[in-house]
Structure formats: C-alpha cells, structure tokens
C-alpha cells in the first residue's frame, strides 16, 4: 500500500497523471477497505501475516504449513510455507493434502445429523439398536452422547501396541476395547475418544445402506466439490510424481497436464532430542475420526457449506452440532462433537493431530464476522490457537484481537469460566510440582473498596531453583520474579489467560538465548492451553 501511495504522488507531482486519472486514482484509494471484512493491510500490531507465521513456524520447528482464511463466502487467502517432505524439498502449497486428524469427526457428525434430518434416526437412539454384539456396558450409550464424547468409552487409540500406520477392521479395534471398563458413566463427563467416532461411522453404515466412505462423499465432499478431499483408503489413486527417480526434480508436469500443480500428500515428523524425526505414516484404519486427507482450502470451502443449508438444511439441525454438551448431573461442557466453544458469539474451534502433523480450525460464526482460520502442518504437537486468533484479526482490523498488547503477552482464550480457568492454572502447576506463593482476586478487592471490576485473577508461581539461575546471571531480572498468569473476563464477556513473552522479557535482561527463558515459555504455554482446553 505505502509503495503504492509513493508512486501515485511521484506521479501526481510529475504531472503524468490528468486530472480525470487522479480522481480516479484517488477514488480508487478510498473504495480499497482499510477495515472490517477485507482489510487490505492483513497485519495485525504491526505484524504481516507472513511474519507471524514465518516466527511462528521458526519457534515451532515446522517444516511446512498450509494457511486458509475464509471471509464467508470467499477464501482470499490460501498460503503454502516451507516443504511437507523435507528430505524430497516438496513445498507446501495451495492443493497440498494433509491429514484433517480430529477435523475428520466434523465429517461424521455432519453425516449423523443428515441421516436425523432425514428421519432415518432420532439422536436419543441407542447405539445398540443398529450395532448388534456391543458389550454389555455399552448397551444404553446414545448416539447423542457418542456425538458429544460423553459415552465414557475407553480410546482403542491408548491401548498397548496400537499402530497408526496399520490396517485394523472396525470390528478388530472395537474388541481391542470391549473388555475394558468405562472410564465414567455416560453423560456425566466428557473426554474425547476415537472409539466415539468410530461406532458413529458404523451407525452411518447401517442406517445408510451405505459404506461410511460413500455416505460422506455422496452427501459432503462431492456434494460441495471438494476435488482436493479424500478418505485415507483412497489415497493410491492420488497421482503423485516419484521425484526421488529424477534427482529431487518434478518433470512429468511438462508432459502430463495432471502434474501441473499436483496435490501432493505430506510427511509428518515429531520433535526428538531438539530434532525433527519422520513420524510413522498415517494409516486408513482411524474411522470417523482422523480418516480425512484434504486441503486447507478444501476444508475451509467445506466449512463455508456448514454456514448455510447446503449440507444440514434445517438451523435447528445445524444447532445440535454447534450446542454446549449438557451432561445428565446438570453441568454443562462447551464442547461437541470435537468443537470446543466460547463466550465470543459464535466462536467455535476443533484442533488436534495424528501423527507428525497438527491441524486447526476456528470459525467465528456470527453475522458481522463469518470468519474462518484453517492451519495445517507436518510437525505433531503444535497448538495454532493463538497464532490464529492473531490472523483473525489481522483481516479483521483488530475486532477479532484479544484485547491485550499480543506482542508483549502471550493470550488464549478459555472455554471456561475465570474461577473454573484459574482453579484448572493451580492444577496443572500443583501436578507438575511448582509451588505457588499466592492468589489475587482483583475482583474481589475491588468490591471491598466499593469499586466495579469484571472477574479477574492472578496466580504468583515459581520453581526457586529456575528463578536462581536467572537471577545469577542478571540479578534486575528478580523484579520480574516469581512468574505471573493472570485469568479475566473481558466486556463482551469472553475469558482469557495471559502471562508475558518470556522471550521478549527475556531480551529486556540480556537473555534472549537462554534456553532457560525458552523452557520456561513452552511450560507456560502448556499449562494455559490444557487449563484453556476442554480437550
């Protein structure tokens, strides 16, 4: 923008432009949106975009990641950055395939909310009435409570000798969990379980008449046009070029059409001992769960069908999806089906991996807003909630933002209240050992002088041995010590959990390298995204 402005004034100046060309110039530069949906700038605090993800993914060690940004109902943006297969240098791109990993249960619940619309069957069913030869135990486990992972069922994905990389029947996985115990009643907990998922994709079957895989291609993928979305087991017909034969070199796109701009699928690695490693393949087996390869555009595009009535017709259909789980002992979980919920009206995300890759998606679903992040990568473990909060607001001029200076504090919003939030920070540092020294309720003290303030905690924390060793090496660093996450509510009444950027804090004393500094962030973040995340 800034070198555009500098031309036409040079221009101006010069008097190569009429008077008619620089009205119209200059018209030109005030129809282009400098805010709400379309920003032109796409930066958020002085940050591009491809600033954020490049520091991001250097931070992270990934090797590749695909960005989609949806501002219903157009994609403006799809990004490729780094390789998806480090040894062969295959970049990331637009049409790249990735395992969608927990992404994939949005497929199913959408199937199992299209056989409802279609009075085929009723959400309160029992699983049992159309899969004979469950366990006992299982018996009175509804659909709805597979939906909302409160069926209590142990996750075959845990049990000893699992291979993700193998081929495994539905009926082989569910016996590798039949003779266990439930892990809770059913509907008083939550707690996420492939084996949810995959009993989902076998009421599918049944109720349909059809394979699972059919059902969903029929009904989603090719209903939308997904031409970059595929099942697992389908991936043998995907054409992809042996460049390992021709030097590390693609050729065949020179004289086959069909390899210009191929869709390529990915390699995962895992960090080890500092160190990216190939992780195991993802195999066909993980059904109704991680069993989607696809495109970030693609999964975006799909997204945009959910807005709407393309995929489920009826709003009150599309609700039982998007609906907070309300358990049989009263409480409530902002969570179904793999999406996790928010106070901002109409956030919703799903996130997770399956090995050596991570995806994420978050929709901010009302009116004034209809966007959408996708990020998919090929690094196991890595968290984009923040990353993508960031973008959000970058293309929309900073509403979608936390609210705080995201360059000096690391920010993630909760699913849960601030007491329920805080109580989960204490519990994570209480497990790991790390004892904390004291509790404020500002909100409280507020109120005992008389004034307002929205709920808002700080919880003082620190391991002496790690503040020692800082303190040894720069003493003013004491003032910055014990370490600090604070927990509030904001106006519009959504909850976030903060503590600084322990680099940038760093950096202030002298100690931006410190791999002291660099654990104590990554410790940090851990403690906020599972005291954030019901999952």
Partial sequence: MKKHLFLWKTLLAAGTLSAQNRNDTMDLQHRIPQEGRGNARVAYLGQSIDRMVYEFMEEEGIPGLTLAIVQAPYIPRVVGYGVTDIREGRLAAVRTLWPAGPISQGFAAVAVIQLHELGKLSLDDKASK?????????????????????????????????????????????????????????????????????LLAEVVEKVSGKSYRDFVKKNQIDRLGLRQTFFAADLAGV???????????????????????PAETTVGYVMQEGRLVEAAPVGPSLKGFSDIWASAENISHWDIGLAGGVLIAKPENRALIYAPTKLDNGCTIPAMAGWQFYAHPGLMDIKGGVSGHSVFLSRFT??????????????????????????AAAFDNGKLASGADDNRLYTYESSFGVD????????????????????????????EVGLELRPTKVVVFGAPKVGTKLMQDNPSIAIELPLRIAVWEDAAGSVWAAFPQMKQLGAEYGMADSPVIANMQRLLETIVRKSANIY
């Avoid at 054409?239 to 701009?261: C, G, M, S, W």
């Avoid at 939030?421 to 409280?444: N, S, W, Y």
């Fill in 239 to 261: 054409k992809q070029e042996d460049v390992a034969a021709t030097n590390h070199r693609h050729e065949l796109f020179k004289h086959d059409p069909a390899y210009i701009n």
């Fill in 130 to 198: 159309y899969l004979k030869g469950l366990p006992a135990a299982w018996n009175g486990i509804t659909i709805r409570q597979l939906l909302q992972h409160s069926a209590g069922l142990p996750d075959y994905r845990s049990r000893p000798g699992f291979d993700v990389s193998a081929s495994y029947t539905p009926a082989g996985l569910i016996a590798s969990v039949a003779g266990l115990p439930l892990e809770f009643t059913p509907g008083t907990d939550v707690r996420q379980s492939a084996t949810n998922f995959l």
């Fill in 366 to 391: 009302d009116a004034s807003e209809l966007v959408c992040v996708t990020l998919m990568a090929n690094r196991e473990g890595v968290d984009f909630t923040n990353l993508a909060r960031r973008i």
């Fill in 420 to 447: 329920e939030t805080m109580d989960r920070v204490e519990a994570q540092l209480k497990a790991l050992g790390i004892p904390v020294f004291a509790r404020f309720d500002h909100g409280r003290n507020a109120g």
